[in-house]
């Protein structure tokens, strides 16, 4: 299948995992036009890496376009800057937001369109998995009455109501009605709250399980070292996006404020 995309990498001071990523998509059997690639609270250590890794801007496979921030703007806002780079070059194709952190396997990028034709869907996701291979989600559920999310427990779970941000497919019609990404939350829930909004524009969300990225979570942020292992900006960040989204989308006050007690 030939369908032009473009991927856009947000990287945070984790170039060499960033640089094994883009090594990834280029081995893949179907591969990305052009690969934006913003680098946030850029340093000249990350500049370095990547051009020593990728002289003259480019990869075997596809041109890279970079974008060095010389402060970190969120993982958001980011993004925009690579779907605002490929609106503006007149590209009318899909936009594939994959994390820095993760090895696509080389069919990823094919299932994940093969999928998002079948089903006509706005956005579409990957099944992720560990550096190990275990199964680690890819969608998750909202539940309604606490501002809570969770991810899918197996690839069999269906009534999902967002696709991860770690490998989220766009469509072109979904991205010109929804538009680019809330940059408010700065960082988690930026997904929940885009594929909130593209389903109130009559989108689909749909879910490619032979899509397979192995994703190493939490490696630039520590969101998953566990139970008080968390960093504090990063649970504090979680509590204000959970409170943010109840608000935007007018989930029940009270019993929000009992969930974030509870957690």
């Known amino acids: 299948m030939s369908l032009p995309v473009r991927t856009v990498l947000v990287n945070y001071r984790n170039m060499e995992k960033t640089i094994a990523c883009i090594r990834a998509l280029a081995r893949m ?3 990305p036009e052009r690969v934006y690639l913003v680098d946030n609270a850029s340093t000249e250590e990350s500049r370095s890496s ?18 060095w921030n010389e402060n970190n703007i969120g993982f958001a806002a980011a993004c925009n800057q690579g779907i605002r780079a490929a609106k503006q070059s007149g590209f009318e194709g899909f936009l594939w937001l994959l994390n820095n952190d993760t090895l696509p396997e080389p069919d990823a990028l094919k299932e994940l369109l093969n999928v998002a ?49 770690s490998s989220f497919l766009i ?9 680019e990404l ?58 204000r996006n959970r409170i943010l989204f109840a608000r935007k989308y007018m989930l029940p006050e009270f019993q929000v404020k009992v969930g974030l007690f509870l957690s």
Not at 55 to 67: K, L, V, Y
Not at 146 to 162: I, L, W
Not at 173 to 179: E, I, T, Y
Not at 193 to 211: E, H, K, P
């Open 117 to 165: 034709v079948d089903t006509h869907a706005g956005i579409t996701g990957s099944q992720i998995v560990d550096m190990q291979g275990n199964f680690a989600g890819g969608v998750g559920f909202v539940n309604s009455n606490y501002a809570t999310v969770r991810r899918a427990a197996s690839p069999e779970e269906r009534g999902f109501n967002y696709v991860e941000g």
């Open 29 to 31: 059997s179907v591969k």
């Open 50 to 67: 990547f051009e020593k890794a990728f002289p003259q801007g480019r990869s075997e496979s596809f041109e890279i376009e970079c974008f």
């Open 182 to 239: 809330p940059e408010e939350y700065f960082l988690y829930f930026e997904e929940s709250d885009y594929c909130y909004r593209a389903r109130l524009a009559g989108f689909d969300i749909a879910w490619a399980t032979r899509s397979i990225v192995r994703h190493d979570i939490g490696s630039s942020t520590g969101s998953e070292e566990g139970k008080g292992k968390v960093p504090f900006f990063i649970d504090c960040l979680m509590i």
């Open 171 to 179: 469509s072109p019609d979904c991205l010109r009605k929804p538009g």
